[in-house]
Structures are given as structure tokens and as C-alpha cells.
């Protein structure tokens, strides 16, 4: 027979489950009791250890004189004296023990001198007391690590077993304070020392020696970052610490190399999405190894990213309040190129990771720098907002970024650089790049066709895979309409805060130089104005243009902004803009090319809007008006302004079919044009003719003397006067900017002169004209064979007197 069954039942799984449970709990409450005992016998020791020290300066015992004999006492102490036995002692030991026993004040003391017994009695009883409580040395307790054995099972229960065993720490290395509290000046005049007595020739190759051992210390520690970054985190801290560089020789040059580095190593290690902090339900959870350390690298990186950040806007802040450091490393001169540096960098991490964490602390760190005096750091920060806001599709950055800019323009009581609302222009805020954008950023899904799904399904698949397809169309749209209307109320929120900003400065300060900017902003977001706001603002607008104070180009966008309203959600409203027709008709007098050669855009917008899409509610008179005044600016404006404008005249001459009016030299109706009549109702512009065009045939440019051939024929869509295909499909704004000087190139390019070789040379007075030839010949050969008489002549003269 084997050997007897055990009676003993294996321990089901939910059992040990419940076993490793008590482990857990009863390891955890070992180690907290072990460490609560260990701070409570701590806390003692220093308690006893701070009240043996009080009591020993309190109660130090005094010496034998400062005790007081009385007379009795000294006469019985002589008397004792003289009878000991002296002459067994020679006088050296006698003199000995004298001052022995002058040293050793507490044999001869007479305490009962010093007042009660018991009173002094207790008094030495407790200096005793106080100096044996005073630690020689303080215990150290002996760190133990429980481990917990298997449990046992009895009729009461399990019963959990454990053993201690004594941990061995490793000696820590002590922490070098003094070194640490020594300033760095020690560091600074260690590196300076070493170019005592050197020429400048070697100074500057031991520099340039230093310089790119750091040059290739970066890059060793760039390559091992960017090759593995989960594993080399750390090299990450290495090159963080360099920006700390010490040697006054390439301190600089070191500094701006690892900001640089940095920056690009974060652009390419940083993931595509946003690392949130990890709650404490999920750091208890067990995870994975690989789940472990990718949690590891996310919070490593971004520590060091949040430090790098630090450092940046530290540099930014010491130039900005002048600071010097202890170490005298750097310069105060050089302080603004490290700041530009650290400006360059915070703006390219602001474009590369818009996504990514601390996103909006960067924007808090560069909305102020806009207004910066500086203008190299001003700028760069201007064109890193601008470019945001246009590579910006959602609107959750730059909804952020207005709202710091606001809150900026605000606290400044709008004392602004007018770059700062410029950058406000470059706001992708419209319902044509909302819809592309909408298309291009949803899901396309490929569904099956009817023969692929004939050939490989069944009938039963087919009427499965039709009411799928249909749900799947069903999901696409519910997602991206929600996409759509996020991002609708975000632009509107964003174009809440720019139409405060705007509102406020017209209302509080008219005569700012932000004033331009406010009115140009107007006129570029005035299709999202709400209906409510239109006549106050219309009423603001003609307000400004009656004062007189403002230039020709705020006049124009105050007309451009009032168009684009009246052109769009304005439609409705009942109102005759006949004041704001006056005022372009009489600015337009006023351009010319020079500088408001560049105003000519605005007034093709205004055009646009005022005769071409509200040719219904504008008269033959104005329209012809228009169209002879413009014709009289083209003569004196550069050829895209001039191309620009005919282009005008030929879109208002085909609203207006009548205008052919100007091309005859008969008078219609009575009266005489009036040009210098700044009301185009009343100037009889149909009595004149455009006689402009017939200058401008002689134009210098090619497609200006091609607009004008066209238009003095009528401008006729075919026929030999007609425009070619690429002049007549393109708009006048879009002529403008074809041929415009902005890039110094003429378009069309200027045909170099041709070269004229001579086939032979000829020497002497010849000419290459055979005819002219013979003719001077003959002319100088009758100058030659006739002598002048001067005598005869005169004799003549006076015959003739």
C-alpha cells in the first residue's frame, strides 16, 4: 500500500488570494508600526537630550570661595592643623597636599554652610541626575525588514507567520554644503587665471579648444537623447545643467548652443498628445513593464521640459531687470543676445507643440514680449502669433492667445504698439476655411460598391453590410457636426473678445495710433459683426470721417467696413449710405504713387462693394462719375494700381450698360462736367468723355495699354478687342497683386536690348548711308573750293546802307 492520503484539501485560488491579502496588509502594518516606534524613541532621546543641557548650565556647582567661614569654624580648622603630625612629612609632600586640596574644593566644602541638607543634597543629586542623562552617544536603530512567511491554519484561523531581518545600509555619501554654499566667484577667477600671460593669439585657441570639446559634448549627448530617449532621460538633466556654463570665455556661445539643442530635441522626442498627471486610484494599479516605463518617460520628460522652460524665461527676466548673477560669467551686454535667443526658442516650441503641455505658460511668456522696445524681440514674437494663428484649425490656442493679448492691451490702459492688434488680422475666422477645414479633417470611409458586393457576400451579408454602411454614414456626420460646433463656438467666443478690444478702444481712445489697426480690423471681420451692433457703429464710423482727424487710409477701411456690413447681414437693413459714396469719391483725388499707391487695394475692395454688388441700388449718374474719376487716377499711379483700376471700370461698364455714354463726344443732356464737384450726383459726368484712355494706349506697361485698347472699344467680350482668357477670368485685386513691384521684378520681364553686330568695320569719315554719304560729300566739297571775302561782304553791306 503507498503512503496514506493526506486529509488536508488544497487551498482553492479565491483562498490565496485572500492569504496574499493579509500579507500585504500585515507587511504594510509593520513597517508603519516600525517606523512610528523609531520617530517616538527619536523624539525622546532629543527631548532628554535638550533638558540634561538646560539643567547643566542652570545648576553648575559653585567653588569653595565663594563660600563664607564663620569665625568658629576657622579657629577649630587652625587648631586641627597645627595638631596633625608634621613631622612625618617633609615640607615638599606637605606642600603637596595643600594645593591639592585647594584644587579638589568638594573634600574640604562644608555643606552645611551652604544652607539646609537635604535642600543641597538634592540639588547635587539632580546635577548627577541631569549629566547621566545626557546620551554618550545617540543609538542608532537598526533598520529590519520583515518577511512574511506562509500562514497557518488551526481551528481558529489563519494565523499569519513573519520574521525580521536586520538590513545593512550602504554609508551615504555626505552631502558637501561648503561647497555648495561657497559662491561662484571661486569658479569664475579659477577660469580667468588661466589667460594671465597669455597673448591674445593663444587666448583665442584655447578658447576655440574649450569651445569645441562643448560643442561635442552637446552633440554626444543630443544623439543619445534622440536615439533612445526612454533610456537616456537623463543625458537630458547633463545638458540641462550646461546652461550654467561657468567659464567666462564661452559661457555665452555654450549657453546659446544648449538652448538651441534643447529646443530641438524637444521638438522631436515631445509625443502628439498632451500628458495629463496620473491620479492616485492609477499609480496603485499594477501595470505592465512597458506601461511602467513609458509612464516613467512621460513624467521625466515632462519635469525637464517644465525646467527647460524655467530656464528660458529666467534668462528672459535677467535681461529684462538687468540682473547680474555672482558668478560674473556673463556680461550685462550680453544679456540681450542670450534673451533673443531664449525668444527664439520659446517661439519655435510655441509653433511645433501647440499641442503639447505648458502651452499656454509659453504664450503668457510672449504676449508681453510684443510690446518689448526692442524691435528684433518684438517682431520675432509679432510673426510666432501671426504664424499661430494661421496654422491654428481648432481655435483652442488662439482663443488662449486673445485672451492674454486682452487682458495685456487692458492692463496697459491701451498704451500698445499697434503690432500687438496687427497680429489679431491673421485670425483664421471664416465660414469658407471653417467648411474646408471641416472636409479635409473628416474621416473619409471607403464603402463596398454593388458588384463587389454581388461577388463576395451573400444575399444575407449584403442586407447586414447596407445596414452597417448606413450606421457607420450615420456615426461620421453626428462626429463631424460636434467637431463643427466646437469649433463655431470657439471663433465666436475669439471674435468676442477682439470685438471688446476694438469697441472698447473706439469708444475710450479715438485718437490712439491704434486707431488704423482698430478700423482695419473692422473692415477684415465686419461680415461677423451681429446685427445688433450695426447702427451704433454705423453712426461711430460717419462720426470719425466728419471729424477731419483721421488719413486717407483710416477713412477707407471705415468706408470698407461699412460696405462689407451693408453687403452682408446689413442687407436688410434700410439705409442709404449716399455720405460715405462722397467720401471715397472725394479721397480718390488724393492717391497718387507714392506712398498711398498702397491704399489702392482698399478702394478696389470698397468698389467691389459698393457698385458691382449693390449695382441695384446705385444710379447711372454715380456710377459714371465713378468711372471718370478712376479713369483720372490710373494716369497718375503705379501700372498694377493702374491695371487694377481699368479692370474696375470694366466690371462697373458691364453693370452699367449704359456708361458706353463716355466713349462718345456728344453732349447728353444739359449742363457742363464739373470735375472738381466732390458729389457724384451732381457733377454731369455724362457730358465728358474718357479721354484718358487714349493716354493711356501709350502706356509704358503692355497689359495697362491692353486694358485701354479694350475699354475705349467698349469692352466687348469677343473680337479682336476682347481680353485674353487669363486677363478677363481674374479679378482686380488679384491683377494688383499679379503685378505688383513688391518683389523688385517687372512682369511682364523687360526684353533685353538686341545686339547689332557690324559685318565690317570701316575706317575714316564714311557712313554706312551711301546716299547720306554723297550728299555731305558734295556739300563739304562746295565748302571747300568757295573762299570767304570778309571785304566784299562788308563793302556790299554798306553800298546797301
Known amino acids: 500500500m503507498g503512503p496514506p492520503r493526506s486529509k488536508k484539501r488544497r487551498p482553492t485560488f479565491r483562498r490565496l488570494l485572500k492569504t496574499s491579502g493579509v500579507k500585504l496588509e500585515n507587511k504594510l502594518k509593520n513597517r508603519q508600526f516600525k517606523q512610528q516606534n523609531a520617530d517616538k524613541k527619536q523624539r525622546k532621546d532629543q527631548k532628554r537630550m535638550r533638558q540634561a543641557m538646560k539643567g547643566s548650565t542652570l545648576q553648575t556647582p559653585r567653588p569653595l570661595e565663594t563660600y563664607r567661614k564663620r569665625p568658629e569654624e576657622e579657629e577649630q580648622e587652625e587648631e586641627f592643623l597645627e595638631s596633625l603630625p608634621t613631622d612625618m612629612m617633609d615640607e615638599d609632600d606637605l606642600q603637596q597636599m595643600t594645593t591639592m586640596a585647594r584644587k579638589a574644593s568638594f573634600i574640604t566644602r562644608d555643606l552645611s554652610s551652604c544652607g539646609p541638607v537635604h535642600g543641597g543634597k538634592k540639588r547635587s543629586s539632580d546635577v548627577v541626575r541631569s549629566y547621566e542623562k545626557v546620551p ?13 512567511l506562509l500562514p497557518i491554519k488551526d481551528k481558529s484561523g489563519v494565523i499569519p507567520q513573519s520574521m525580521e531581518r536586520v538590513v545593512e545600509k550602504q554609508p551615504e555619501p555626505e552631502e558637501e554644503d561648503d561647497d555648495a554654499d561657497k559662491p561662484d566667484e571661486e569658479e569664475s577667477e579659477g577660469a580667468s587665471s588661466c589667460y594671465v600671460g597669455l597673448t ?44 550654467m556654463e561657468a567659464d567666462p570665455s564661452v559661457a555665452v556661445s555654450v549657453r546659446k548652443m544648449v538652448m538651441v539643442s534643447l529646443m530641438e530635441i524637444f521638438k522631436d522626442i515631445a509625443p502628439t498628445y498632451r500628458i495629463r498627471p496620473l491620479t492616485a486610484e492609477e499609480k496603485s494599479v499594477k501595470v505592465k513593464k512597458e506601461t511602467k516605463q513609458l509612464r516613467e518617460f512621460e513624467e521625466g520628460l515632462v519635469s525637464q521640459y517644465k525646467f527647460y522652460l524655467e530656464d528660458l524665461e529666467q534668462t528672459i527676466k535677467d535681461w529684462k531687470q538687468k540682473k547680474r548673477k555672482r558668478s560674473q560669467a556673463v556680461g550685462l551686454q550680453s544679456y540681450l543676445s542670450l534673451a533673443e535667443v531664449a525668444v527664439r526658442c520659446l517661439s519655435e516650441l510655441l509653433l511645433a507643440l501647440p499641442h503639447f503641455n505648458f502651452h499656454n505658460n509659453i504664450v503668457v511668456i510672449l504676449v508681453p514680449l510684443m510690446n518689448d522696445p526692442t524691435r528684433k524681440v518684438s517682431d520675432m514674437c ?20 486673445v485672451r492674454v493679448i486682452s487682458g495685456l492691451v487692458k492692463s496697459l490702459n491701451y498704451n500698445v504698439r499697434p503690432e500687438v492688434l496687427q497680429t489679431l488680422l491673421s485670425l483664421r475666422i471664416k465660414e469658407v476655411e471653417m467648411k474646408k477645414d471641416l472636409e479635409a479633417s473628416a474621416p473619409k470611409k471607403r464603402f463596398m460598391t454593388n458588384k463587389e458586393k454581388k461577388k463576395n457576400l451573400s444575399r444575407m451579408q449584403r442586407k447586414w453590410k447596407k445596414a452597417e454602411e448606413k450606421l457607420e454614414k450615420e456615426l461620421l456626420e453626428a462626429e463631424a457636426s460636434e467637431s463643427k460646433e466646437k469649433k463655431i463656438k470657439l471663433h465666436t467666443e475669439t471674435l468676442n473678445i477682439v470685438f471688446l478690444v476694438y469697441f472698447r478702444i473706439l469708444k475710450k481712445a479715438q485718437k490712439s495710433i491704434l486707431l488704423p489697426v482698430v478700423l482695419e480690423g473692422l473692415a477684415n471681420f465686419a461680415h461677423l459683426i451681429n446685427l445688433e451692433f450695426f447702427d451704433d457703429l454705423l453712426n461711430v464710423l460717419q462720426n470719425l470721417i466728419q471729424s477731419g482727424d483721421l488719413t486717407n487710409r483710416e477713412c477707407l477701411h471705415c468706408i470698407q467696413t461699412v460696405f462689407t456690413i451693408l453687403s452682408g447681414q446689413g442687407d436688410a437693413l434700410n439705409i442709404d449710405p449716399l455720405n460715405f459714396y462722397s467720401q471715397l469719391y472725394r479721397i480718390l483725388l488724393r492717391l497718387h504713387a507714392g506712398t498711398p499707391n498702397y491704399d489702392i487695394i482698399i ?5 467691389d462693394a459698393m457698385l458691382t454688388r449693390r449695382r441695384k441700388q446705385v444710379s447711372l449718374q454715380r456710377a459714371m462719375a465713378f468711372v471718370k474719376r478712376l479713369s483720372v487716377l490710373s494716369l497718375h499711379v503705379l501700372h498694377n494700381s493702374s491695371v487694377g483700376i481699368l479692370a474696375a471700370n470694366r466690371a462697373t461698364m458691364h453693370s452699367f450698360p449704359k456708361c458706353d455714354f463716355l466713349l462718345d463726344n456728344e453732349i447728353q443732356g444739359s449742363g457742363f462736367y464739373l470735375p472738381e464737384l466732390n458729389e457724384p450726383e451732381h457733377c454731369n459726368a455724362q457730358n465728358t468723355a474718357l479721354w484718358e484712355l487714349h493716354l493711356l494706349q501709350r502706356h509704358y506697361h503692355p497689359v495697362v495699354r491692353r486694358f485701354a485698347v479694350h475699354l475705349s472699344r467698349g469692352a466687348p467680350s469677343e473680337g479682336t478687342a476682347s481680353l485674353s482668357v487669363d486677363l478677363s477670368r481674374r479679378s482686380p485685386l488679384e491683377l494688383f497683386e499679379d503685378y505688383s513691384l513688391k518683389d523688385m521684378a517687372f512682369n511682364p520681364p523687360v526684353a533685353p536690348p538686341g545686339s547689332k553686330k557690324k559685318d565690317h568695320f570701316v575706317v575714316g569719315e564714311t557712313l554706312l548711308d551711301g546716299e547720306l554719304q554723297k550728299l555731305v560729300s558734295r556739300v563739304l566739297s562746295l565748302v571747300e573750293d568757295t573762299q570767304p571775302d570778309f571785304a566784299a561782304t562788308y563793302t556790299h553791306i554798306r553800298a546797301q546802307d
Open 382 to 401: 509679432c510673426d510666432a502669433f501671426k504664424k499661430l494663428f494661421q496654422q491654428d484649425k481648432g481655435g483652442v490656442a488662439s482663443l488662449a492667445t
Open 136 to 148: 554618550r552617544k545617540i543609538a542608532k536603530m537598526q533598520e529590519k525588514e520583515v518577511i512574511h
Open 200 to 243: 591674445p593669439e593663444q587666448r583665442e585657441q584655447l578658447r576655440n579648444q574649450k569651445l569645441n570639446g562643448k560643442k561635442h559634448c552637446i552633440a554626444n549627448l543630443a544623439s543619445a537623447i534622440i536615439s533612445d530617449p526612454m533610456n537616456n532621460m537623463k543625458c537630458v538633466k547633463e545638458l540641462r545643467g550646461m546652461l
Open 603 to 607: 478702394v478696389l475692395r470698397c468698389l
